[in-house]
Nanobody, 123 residues
Framework: QVQLVESGGGLVQAGGSLRLSCAASGRTLSSYAMGWFRQAPGKEREFVAVISWSAVTTYYADSVKGRFTISRDNAKNLVYLQMNSLKPEDTAVYYC????????????????WGQGTQVTVSS
């Protein structure tokens, strides 16, 4: 069993930056692909970014490509999402998730989810 806790959300002006963290407990994250997803009010949860267990592979949604960077520190059991040039449309609850399988942009591929952290971008 893996427990995931996100942190680092908050209120920021458009053009600003935030770094989200995802801390894991229960098991080491080194064998899991890790993803970030988000859900805006009234919308479905959507894929943001994923990183393979080795950090060799990363993949981003087109909407965040070039602005967001996913990274991980397996020694510390942490995963990060650096978010730059934030836009009001990035406002959402952000979730990290762990997959025992291959890295994927599909929600159904993930076995464990955190509770989420709110990110609000004002215009």
């Amino acid at each position: 069993q893996v427990q995931l806790v996100e942190s680092g959300g908050g209120l920021v002006q458009a053009g600003g930056s935030l770094r989200l963290s995802c801390a894991a407990s229960g098991r080491t994250l080194s064998s899991y692909a890790m993803g970030w997803f988000r859900q805006a009010p009234g919308k479905e949860r959507e894929f943001v970014a994923v990183i393979s267990w080795s950090a060799v592979t990363t993949y981003y949604a087109d909407s965040v490509k070039g602005r967001f960077t996913i990274s991980r520190d397996n020694a510390k059991n942490l995963v990060y999402l650096q978010m730059n040039s934030l836009k009001p449309e990035d406002t959402a609850v952000y979730y990290c998730a762990a997959s025992q399988g291959y890295w994927s942009a599909s929600l159904s591929a993930y076995d464990y989810w955190g509770q989420g952290t709110q990110v609000t971008v004002s215009s």
